[in-house]
């Protein structure tokens, strides 16, 4: 069979589904065993750092699926600088 003949029969709606639901759990997860790995080797520093810039990167992740969400946070940060 032909490749362009296998694709006409697949749909990624379920795949897209399934991630919108299930990839933030399974990151936090993964990261909360990384980081329970990296404390029994007693390395505090590094494992700090490497949660914050994780949790920093989820959050952007956060901003970009949610719909407005980078318009909400723009508004947000103009709101502290501005007085209404």
């Known amino acids: 069979m032909n490749g362009s003949v296998l694709a006409q029969g697949l749909d990624a709606s379920r795949l897209m589904e399934w991630l919108s639901g299930n990839a933030i759990p399974v990151i936090v997860i993964v990261i909360g065993l990384c980081v329970v790995a990296a404390a029994a080797k007693a390395d505090l520093p ?38 209404r």
Request: with cysteine; charged share 10%; glycine share 16%.
């Open 46 to 83: 590094k494992i700090i750092s490497v949660v914050v810039c994780l949790l920093l990167g989820l959050v952007v992740v956060g901003i970009g699926l949610v719909d407005g969400g980078a318009k909400g946070v723009a508004e947000w940060a103009a709101n502290l600088v501005t007085s």
